[in-house]
């Protein structure tokens, strides 16, 4: 907001006043006020004499705009202009929003305004006191830190169904600034910017120092200005499930000194700050290319001290998981092999020898019991021919040459046997 001339501040109030006043204001003139009292009080407002803004219908030239809140869009109380002062003006809550235009003819002398603070009346008082409200500040400092909403409720600040209004005082170290990203946000009620927001102001907790606040659905990332930073949330009754948390860091403008890192950005943190696993700069500068700069945990220091007995003792257990795992593969083989070599190979022979296997072993029997006649029959004659032959022999010459007839004729026999045996030999088996 633009602010214009002098403007007092106290505890119980102040005043101001248009551009020059006594004299004639400028023209193309825009200056804002906005008024804060402490919470459940309210503001009055008056003007001294002499006052004059150039008079139009409806005040649309040079007037004066007094708003109901702390914004421009707050509900109007009135606009002025003209010879007269304004009465008495009240708020009906904490803030006062006025804004003085004026346009490029017709000055005048403009007005002084004063402003103090009386107590609410929707309030209780006891003897003119106002009552004392629960304390919900807390302050925050350093190079880094987290602001919560949930410190409220972990440290008691308020008690359940209370609406909540809370403050958070950051100091940066010297000589900075400071940055401020929002981790987590939502407002229960969006856009209800009555019912719940999270303002932040640069300086200080002046609403002229108001530097942004967020009602909607979304909050952007604030860079102050000054070393110190003021968050404030509000939430009504009914708004108590609104929550954010907030990253605040400390830095300070380039060139970036020996224990500063410049964050391409404008900005320069702390060293301590980089590798952290949190993002400080406004990019992601810090935390890149980290791996070579982190710690080692203790998974990497046992690794790189026993590593060699590690890689022996885990190629032993592999070795030895890949024979177990060949022995369950090869052991339902060799049941199968067992199986075959106990099955019945005659009666296999019986069902699948050939056809003609059958018929030489019949030959073969018909002729052994032809040749075991025809030996019974040979006995038979040599006995008949004995007793004759040792009769009928008068020369040598005649019966050695039928004993060497008989002789021989024995010998052949005997020889033909072997061959007859063995060319009807019983054939091998089949494999």
């Known amino acids: 907001p633009t602010q214009c001339d002098n403007w007092v501040r106290t505890s119980n109030g102040g005043h101001f006043a248009s551009p020059n006043y006594p004299n004639m204001y400028p023209p193309n003139q825009e200056c804002i006020y906005i008024l804060e009292a402490a919470p459940r009080q309210r ?13 139009s219908f409806e005040c649309r030239f040079d007037h004066l705009e007094v708003r109901d809140g702390p ?9 002025y202009c003209g010879l007269k002062s304004p009465a008495l003006i009240r708020s009906t809550g904490r803030f006062m929003w006025i804004k003085f235009t004026s346009d490029e003819e017709l000055e005048g002398k403009g007005f002084q305004a004063k402003y103090s603070f009386i107590p609410d009346p929707d309030f209780t008082y006891l003897g003119g006191i106002l009552n004392p409200i629960p304390d919900c500040q807390f302050e925050l400092s350093g190079a880094d830190g987290i602001v919560r909403s949930s410190q409220v409720e972990q440290e008691g600040k308020t008690k359940p169904g209370q609406a909540v209004d809370c403050i958070w005082t950051i100091k940066a170290t010297p000589n900075a600034k400071i940055y401020m990203r ?43 200005q000054t070393g110190t930073g003021v968050v404030r949330m509000w939430a009504d009754e009914g708004s108590r499930l609104s929550r954010f948390r907030m990253l605040f860091t400390s830095f300070v403008d380039p060139p970036c000194s020996g224990n500063t890192y410049f964050c391409h950005s404008n900005m320069c943190i702390n ?12 990019y992601p500068w810090d935390e890149n290319h980290c791996r ?13 001290t026993h ?58 029997k018909e002729i052994s019991a032809d040749l075991a006649d025809l030996s019974e029959e040979l006995e038979n004659y040599q006995k008949m021919r004995r007793p004759s032959t040792a009769s009928r022999c008068i020369h ?36």
């Open 292 to 304: 070579e700069k982190k710690r080692t945990g203790l998974f990497e220091q046992i690794t790189k």
């Open 396 to 431: 040598d010459h005649h019966c050695g040459s039928q004993a060497s007839n008989l002789k021989q004729s024995r010998t052949n026999l005997s020889s033909m046997e072997l061959p007859f045996r063995n060319d009807f030999a019983q054939p091998q088996p089949m494999k």
């Open 71 to 79: 914004f421009g869009f707050s509900p109007l109380i009135n606009r």
């Open 43 to 55: 503001i009055e407002l008056t003007f001294d004499e002499p006052y004059y803004i150039e008079p």
């Open 271 to 282: 060293n301590s700050l980089v590798c952290n696993g949190i993002q400080n700069c406004a």
């Open 307 to 364: 590593g060699t007995i590690i890689g022996i003792t885990s190629g032993i257990v592999l070795v030895l998981l890949i024979i177990s795992i060949l022995v369950q593969v090869k052991q339902p083989r060799k049941k199968v092999m067992a199986c075959k070599t106990a099955f019945n190979k005659t009666g296999f022979q019986e069902v699948f020898d050939p056809p003609h296997y059958e018929l030489f072993s019949l030959r073969d």
């Open 182 to 224: 929002f981790l987590d946000y939502q407002m229960e009620h969006s856009n209800e910017c009555k019912r719940n927001f999270v303002a932040v102001y640069d300086g200080s907790s002046s609403i002229e120092n108001l530097k942004a606040k967020f009602c909607s659905t979304v909050a952007n990332d604030v860079m102050l």
